[in-house]
């Protein structure tokens, strides 16, 4: 079965700092990577996706995240942590690539952001 | 609407209650979904729906979770007999089936039930 790792239930930054949240996934194959935020009381909305190509994908809000088949990794991250930053992030995939498939998700990842 | 849309926001159930949860997709989007996410946890698949078949429901937690989408548009979450573990947030999500291989759905604000 495909699965997401995000390390870090808790994260926190300073405002103007690197924010760095790591998921990794396991997969026999490169899967659909998609990272979505959640802000309270919010749905989810996509950040930014990896399917083909450029293995450095940037986002919306000046998020990035760079898929790393050899470290089975897609993680993300922002030069410069904004107050309004602050929710909650989740990794997810598609493991068959198909238009449709459901998508399994981390445990997610909140991210604080300190004045 | 611009987005997908779930109604009711909230809702409070007792204990055996039924219930029954909507959403209204993205007009035009042939494929919908529904997550359960518990507190504190990523959404976890319930079911999908392309059109009005339903072709996954391998989430669906037990015989009293029960979806569908007659009409390949608005589409019903239903939980018959309510128990407390059934607390959660109840998302639905849609997408447009390209023929390219590129997926994204697109989620809604989500129900939050709370079975008292």
């Known amino acids: 079965a495909q699965s997401v790792t995000q390390l870090g239930s808790h994260v926190s930054v300073s405002e103007g700092a690197l924010v760095l949240l790591r998921c990794n996934y396991s997969?026999?194959?490169?899967?659909?990577l998609f990272w979505y935020v959640q802000y309270p009381n919010q749905g989810l909305q996509l950040l930014l996706k990896?399917?083909?190509?450029?293995?450095l994908v940037k986002g919306i809000n000046g998020f990035e995240a760079e898929f790393k088949k050899s470290e089975t990794s897609f993680h993300l991250t922002k030069p410069s942590a904004h107050m309004s930053d602050a929710a909650e992030y989740f990794c997810?995939?598609?493991?068959?690539?198909?238009?449709?498939?459901?998508?399994?998700f981390g445990t997610g990842t909140r991210l604080a952001v300190r004045p | 609407g611009a987005g997908v849309s779930q109604s009711p926001r909230y809702k409070v159930a007792k204990r055996g209650q039924d219930v029954a949860l909507r959403c209204d997709p993205i007009?035009?989007?042939?494929?919908l979904f529904w997550y359960q996410q518990a507190l504190g946890q990523g959404p976890e698949f319930l079911t999908y729906?392309?059109?009005?078949?339903?072709?996954?429901k391998s989430g669906l937690p037990s015989d009293r979770f029960f979806a569908e989408r007659p009409e390949g548009s608005v589409s019903t979450l239903k939980i018959q007999r309510t128990q407390q573990e059934d607390s959660a947030v109840y998302l639905c999500?849609?997408?447009?089936?390209?023929?390219?291989?590129?997926?994204?759905?697109?989620f809604g604000q989500g129900t939050r039930l709370t079975v008292v």
């Open positions: 997810a995939v598609n493991p068959q690539k198909s238009s449709g498939d459901k998508l399994t």
């Open positions: 729906f392309q059109n009005e078949a339903q072709l996954d």
């Open positions: 999500a849609s997408s447009l089936v390209r023929a390219e291989l590129s997926t994204e759905a697109f």
């Open positions: 007009s035009g989007h042939v494929s």
């Open positions: 990896y399917t083909t190509g450029a293995t």
């Open positions: 997969s026999s194959v490169p899967p659909y």
